[in-house]
């Protein structure tokens, strides 16, 4: 059994700053890809940020500059920084990781932690 657990959510101000976490545990040999999402309301989810194993990264152009994702292997976790928070920000965020487990690969999501930006 995997899990992913996010974190951090909250409400805050245009302006200021919050920092997520997503924690996967459970039987793996390996985390390869780890990746942060998010869905406002009425929109489709997006890819917003994805780190690969050996840490290159990638963003999504609105949030480039402002997030940065990184990860602690050590502890299986992924970390999103989100700085300069506009209220466009506002949505669910969701984490994902592919993962090696003795029987093959998959990909495990999250339940979600909310952003709230105000203006």
């Known amino acids: 059994q995997v899990q992913v657990v996010e974190s951090g959510g909250g409400l805050v101000q245009a302006g200021e700053s919050l920092r997520l976490s997503c924690k996967v545990s459970g039987r793996i040999l390996h985390i390869l890809t780890m990746n942060w999402h998010r869905q406002a309301p009425g929109k489709q989810r997006e890819l917003v940020a994805t780190?690969?194993?050996?840490?290159?990264?990638n963003y999504t152009e609105p949030v480039k500059g402002r997030f940065s994702i990184t990860r602690a292997d050590a502890k299986n976790t992924v970390y999103l920084q989100m700085n300069s928070l506009e209220p466009e920000d506002t949505a669910v965020y969701y984490c994902?990781?592919?993962?090696?487990?003795?029987?093959?690969?998959?990909?495990?999501w999250g339940q979600g932690t909310q952003v709230t930006v105000s203006s």
């Open positions: 994902s990781a592919h993962i090696v487990k003795y029987i093959g690969t998959s990909t495990y």
């Open positions: 780190i690969s194993s050996d840490d290159r990264t």
